[in-house]
């Protein structure tokens, strides 16, 4: 039989399954690799990352914006070690990725050899599949197991590989069971879907909170909410499934929000749950609405509201059957509230889309990041308040891509990202939004832009300080320490690093920055210079007549210049 080296092998496994980039940092223990990666260039294409943590977060970026798996590799030690920060970015936010570590020869192994460390124990929780190969022979059977783990599981698989073992012939058998791949969606029941139409029928107040589970479901949605006249809230997560200015969307619930969501949330008397979770919904759903939860997962069911009706199945799905099935539910005072509440709201952000202050708002910055932006455009946040700004002022169309880091919440993750959503979506337009505390943990990232010749668009938004931190400790009365940052011209950075570069400090420069952005063919860092001023915080918002005196509303309102923007209960009266 024909012979073949084992990571050729195992790089042929990789194209069999549709894995055309990986990003890493070459070392020592993985230079077997390295050198079937040279050979199979033209089918897998090894990313030159500046930080390996880049790359396992650029990897998980890809696997959040394509569905796809993602695949990153370390060497022995060190390379290893960087990978962690990204993987637990996939794990926790349910993605399939996949991890090459590399480890000293298998004759080396258990002798404390340079750089030996063992690598399985650390990679335990983060991973779903974590095999340490131990033939050549088995090396491309261990990857293809890996990639089916992570598929299945949607978590990170992890593969050790003694550097030895790469550099071996075996066989030549086709291992790669990519083929034979198959993803099916369940089916909800329908005596599950009848049960909730009770809980419909006698809402008063009810209401559609959407996941990531419903991508691509956006017209599911709309008859949904339009067919039983319930306005709709989503997860950070699921920013741009629904446009943002459809008429029924109130926005997002949390302290990463909007104040329509999380008006409507606090007093809704029927949730609708789908394809989410959310896990603040203790804090800002109402304890007291009744609650239907559709989910693929039955372990997602009651976890965080108790759950009348459950419903296990694909989300779209269930919503288009219960607009068949469902007696329409006419437009009313709750509808409308909630929909002038939503008006309100826009109303009340743009009115700052043309302030002159020195440093700037958020707003001038994110109107001209809508004027630009196209139609299919792809938007990587960071987080912090970056992530505010970005999901109350992104203007989405629906055909738009959104993505950060959830529920690991991890700064750093912008600039990755955003070479993952540029290698994924060649021709499509990609900004990233960055704070400055973020930016300059990934900021030598901007040269992996240029070496492959990325043209993204780097926003950052400036204020010397760890802002969402910041807020906290102003929230529990404490005396702020450790969130004051030193800060820099990342203009010249980007410059210096080879990408275009530009500092803006007064509004009137934004036009003629963003439009040089749009037609660049190179990578481009706009760093602009915000002012240190807390959002808007929805999470507390003191607006209510019910719950607050005129004076401590008067306050509120004078501390964020809040103007006509009523509470939800004075519209609902």
């Known amino acids: 039989m024909a012979k073949i080296n084992a990571a050729t092998a195992m790089i042929n496994v990789f194209e069999a399954w549709g894995i055309d980039h990986i990003y890493g940092i070459p070392g020592g223990s993985f230079n077997s690799t390295m050198d079937a990666l ?14 390996e943590e880049a790359g396992a977060l650029a990897a998980a970026a890809d696997a959040k914006l394509t569905g796809k798996i993602g695949a990153v590799f370390g060497s022995a030690g060190p390379g290893a070690t960087h990978l962690i920060n990204g993987l637990y970015d996939a794990q926790m936010d349910n993605v399939p990725v996949v991890a090459l570590l590399g480890q000293v020869a298998s004759t080396s192994m258990n002798y404390n050899d340079f750089q030996e460390m063992n690598e ?23 990857v293809d197991e890996a990639i089916k783990a992570a598929y299945k599981f949607s978590g990170v698989a992890v593969v050790t590989i003694p550097v030895d073992f790469g550099s071996e012939e075996i066989e030549d058998l086709d291992v790669a069971t990519a083929a034979n791949h198959k993803t099916a969606v369940f089916q909800p029941a329908d005596h599950d879907l009848r049960a909730a139409l ?12 959407i996941g990531q589970g419903v991508f691509g479901d956006f017209e599911a949605i709309k ?14 997560l699921a920013k741009g499934i629904v446009p943002d200015l459809y008429e029924n969307f109130l926005g997002f619930a949390g302290r990463v929000a909007t104040k329509p969501a999380n008006e409507a949330l606090a007093v809704a008397d029927l949730i609708v749950f789908v394809g989410s979770d959310f896990p603040f919904g203790r804090r800002f759903f109402n304890p007291e609405a009744k609650f239907v939860q559709v989910d693929i997962d039955a372990s997602k069911f009651g976890r965080r509201h108790h759950t009348d009706v459950s419903v296990l199945g694909d989300g779209g799905t269930a919503l288009k059957k219960w607009v068949e099935i469902g007696r329409a539910r006419p437009a009313d005072k709750w509808l409308h509230a909630n929909q002038q509440n939503s008006l309100n709201w826009h109303h009340w952000r743009h ?6 202050q020195v440093p700037l708002r958020p707003e001038p910055v994110y109107k001209e990041i809508n004027r630009i932006a196209e139609d299919d455009a792809v938007f990587v946040t960071d987080v912090g308040n970056v992530t505010i700004h970005s999901i109350r002022h992104l203007e989405m169309t629906g055909q738009q891509r959104f993505t950060t880091s959830g529920w690991f919440a991890t700064m750093g993750n912008g600039v990755p990202g955003g070479i993952a959503a540029k290698l994924s979506y060649p021709e499509r337009q990609v900004f990233t939004f960055s704070g400055d505390g973020g930016f300059a943990m990934q900021m030598q990232d901007i040269i992996t832009q240029v070496k492959y010749n990325l043209p993204i668009i780097n926003v950052v938004f400036s204020n010397d300080s760890f802002g969402f931190i910041e807020a906290e400790q102003e929230d529990t009365e404490q005396t702020k320490f450790g969130v004051e940052i030193a800060g820099a011209d990342f203009g010249k950075v980007g410059e210096a690093l080879g990408a275009k570069g530009y500092t803006v400090t007064e509004s009137h420069q934004l036009p003629s920055v963003f439009e040089q952005a749009k037609f660049s063919t190179k990578p481009v860092v706009i760093d602009v210079k915000i002012a240190n001023e807390r959002p808007l915080p929805v999470e507390e918002l003191r607006l209510d007549p019910e719950s607050f005196t005129p004076e401590e509303i008067h306050a509120f309102k004078e501390k964020y210049q809040v103007h006509d923007m009523p509470a939800l209960s004075e519209l609902l009266s």
């Open 223 to 236: 008859a949904f909410s339009d067919h039983f006249s319930m306005p709709v809230a989503a997860s950070v």
């Open 351 to 356: 009115l700052f889309d043309t302030n002159n």
């Open 38 to 51: 040279f050979h199979e260039r033209q089918s897998v294409q090894y990313i030159q990352v500046r930080h």
């Open 120 to 142: 399985n124990p650390m990679f335990a929780d983060v991973s779903i599949y974590n095999r340490t190969v131990m033939s050549p022979e088995s090396l491309p059977h261990v």
């Open 198 to 209: 009770p809980f419909f029928e006698q809402a008063k107040q009810p209401l559609l909170y």
